[in-house]
């Protein structure tokens, strides 16, 4: 299992309106609990830690919890809103391998709408930041009708920030579990069928204009990538099929939540068992999550056929430089 998701807090200084971890969320992870996990990652071989959320930078812990972490020979992954960032920038930089910055938009009118708080600046300020201590940074914009108009704004701002990444990714609004929901999920979040056609103009413009940025891999989704999400979007609005999903991240790579649940996946909850209460290898490949992993591969799992995502590596592609964003040699 060279790939590990340690959410570190329930909670988040962000009010996005496609997420409810800030209404929902108060478990945390701590420095007692990674420590206990330690054995498991070591006899799984992993190599890996995305450090999620919620917001982990809320989690006071986080710099001990890294630390401890990178001792044990794990490179480290940061997902982070970005709102807290410029002030831990040096220690970030220090300890994180990589750091994804959640922004969702181009300018403070639009950010604040998405994001719920008026801070666009501040979290561009602690991208410079990072940037400027040398940390590899990327930028990750969930896309939805409030800003898919900017796709192309975004990679300008990318460009501007000096970031190594940018990346897209629909906004869920088919799964009622992920993103610290408590419920289903019904705000208009999606594409409507008057946006399809201006998304695909939008998406063959990046084609034609950006093509360098694709093959650098600032853009690190593939043109193929985007009209996928163009297809969901589609489906969601009931004018076709939702677009197949080749995935296989279940097979290399689990979710641990803050309060110590194992799961296949973001989108998928795995049973009831934490991993304080057993050890990690043994949860993974006891009977319960291998079941669920079953079903997974069978095509069972409803959240499998709506999902906005589609992680396939092949196992030589499951390098820690595969997790990791890098550029290609042309950037």
């Not at 799964?175 to 056609?197: C, I, Y």
């Not at 998304?199 to 694709?214: K, P, S």
């Not at 489906?235 to 939540?257: E, K, R």
């Amino acid at each position: 299992m060279p790939l590990v998701t340690l959410c570190l807090s329930e909670r988040c200084n962000s009010r996005c309106v496609s997420c409810d971890y800030w209404r929902n969320g108060q478990g945390e992870m701590d420095l007692a609990a990674v420590a206990r996990l330690l054995p498991g990652l070591a006899a799984l071989e992993t190599r890996v830690a995305l450090i999620s959320g919620g917001e982990p930078l809320l989690n006071r812990e986080w710099p001990p919890i890294a630390a401890l972490l990178r001792a044990n020979g794990l490179k480290l992954w940061l997902l982070t809103s970005g709102l807290s960032l410029a002030k831990h920038a040096a220690r970030a930089a220090q300890l994180f391998d990589a750091i994804t910055v959640s922004l969702d938009g181009t300018n403070r009118e639009t950010y604040a709408a998405l994001r719920g708080v008026d801070a666009f600046e501040k979290v561009c300020e602690g991208v410079r930041a990072v940037v400027d201590a040398g940390a590899p940074v990327g930028l990750r914009v969930t896309v939805q009708r409030g800003n898919y108009r900017q796709l192309p704004a975004f990679v300008e701002l990318a460009t501007a920030l000096g970031v190594r990444q940018l990346s897209f990714v629909a906004v869920d609004v088919a799964n009622p579990h992920a993103f610290g929901r408590a419920e289903g999920f019904s705000a208009p979040l999606a594409l409507e069928p008057d946006d399809l056609p201006i998304l695909g103009q939008i998406i063959e413009r990046l084609e034609c204009e950006r093509a360098a940025d694709f093959r650098s891999g600032l853009i690190a989704d593939s043109p193929r990538k985007l009209w996928r999400m163009h297809r969901y979007f589609a489906a969601v609005c009931g004018l076709g099929p939702y677009p197949p999903v080749h995935c296989n991240v279940f097979d290399y790579s689990v979710v641990i939540d803050a309060t110590g649940r194992v799961s296949p996946c973001f989108f998928i909850p795995g049973p009831p068992q934490t991993a304080g209460r057993a050890d990690l290898a043994e949860l993974l490949n006891g009977e319960a999550m291998s079941e669920l992993r079953t079903h997974i591969r069978a095509g069972e799992r409803p959240e499998c056929a709506r999902c906005v995502c589609s992680l396939w590596r092949e196992p030589e592609e499951r390098g820690v430089a595969d997790f990791l964003m890098r550029r290609h040699a042309s950037g």
